[in-house]
T-cell receptor, first 114, second 112 residues
Framework: AQTVTQSQPEMSVQEAETVTLSCTYD???????LFWYKQPPSRQMILVIR??????QNATENRFSVNFQKAAKSFSLKISDSQLGDAAMYFC???????????FGKGTRLSVIA | DAMVIQNPRYQVTQFGKPVTLSCSQT?????MYWYQQKSSQAPKLLFH???????NEADTPDNFQSRRPNTSFCFLDIRSPGLGDAAMYLC???????????FGDGTRLSIL
């Protein structure tokens, strides 16, 4: 069974600094997708960034970028120039291609310090 | 311009009293999902609909049922809620199973 591990239950970062959230996963599939979702307190979960496993290039969305290491099964999220609005729970998620469910990690709670 | 709408945001019910949570979408997506998220835990998929095709996760209790009367609406029915069913329930949609999911704000269910 696929599993997603986020080894950092909590992280903090100073405003304007850079922080990296870790995620590893376990799968025997070769074709899959990886996601980072952000869930602010009492607000909806939103997709931050998505990576297709067949793409070697790391995905980037403005201040958010990933370091996708397929051989190591690692998918970390880097947030540059952190802002107060980045404070949230961040979930790493995996989904194999086809009719398969999204598997979430346990999340990392990010605090941003002014 | 909310696209996935869950009502109500907070729901309180009594132990054993049936409760229904609702979800609607304006995205015209084919797939609708229901997740259960307990405090400080990851969301857990309960089931999903691809159009009218219902897909239940193997470990979803029989106490949980779902209905999708049309493309826009999907309901989660809990027939006899127990204290362990208190959680946030998240609805999500996607255009296809391979597409990113869009989440609603969730309904926080409390059991008295």
């Amino acid at each position: 069974a696929q599993t997603v591990t986020q080894s950092q239950p909590e992280m903090s970062v100073q405003e304007a600094e850079t922080v990296t959230l870790s995620c590893t996963y376990d799968t025997s599939e070769s074709d899959y997708y990886l996601f980072w979702y952000k869930q602010p307190p009492s607000r909806q979960m939103i997709l931050v960034i998505r990576q297709e496993a067949y793409k070697q290039q790391n995905a980037t969305e403005n201040r958010f970028s990933v370091n996708f290491q397929k051989a190591a099964k690692s998918f970390s999220l880097k947030i540059s120039d952190s802002q107060l609005g980045d404070a949230a729970m961040y979930f790493c998620a995996y989904r194999a291609s086809g009719n398969t469910p999204l598997v979430f990690g346990k999340g990392t709670r990010l605090s941003v310090i002014a | 311009d909310a696209m996935v709408i869950q009502n109500p945001r907070y729901q309180v019910t009594q132990f054993g009293k049936p409760v229904t949570l609702s979800c609607s979408q304006t995205l015209n997506h084919n797939v609708m999902y229901w997740y259960q998220q307990k405090s400080s835990q990851a969301p857990k998929l309960l089931f999903h609909y691809y159009d009218k095709d219902f897909n239940n996760e193997a470990d979803t209790p029989d106490n949980f049922q779902s209905r999708r009367p049309n493309t826009s609406f999907c309901f989660l029915d809990i027939r006899s809620p127990g204290l362990g069913d208190a959680a946030m329930y998240l609805c999500a949609t996607s255009r296809g199973r391979d597409q990113p999911q869009h989440f609603g704000d969730g309904t926080r269910l409390s059991i008295l």
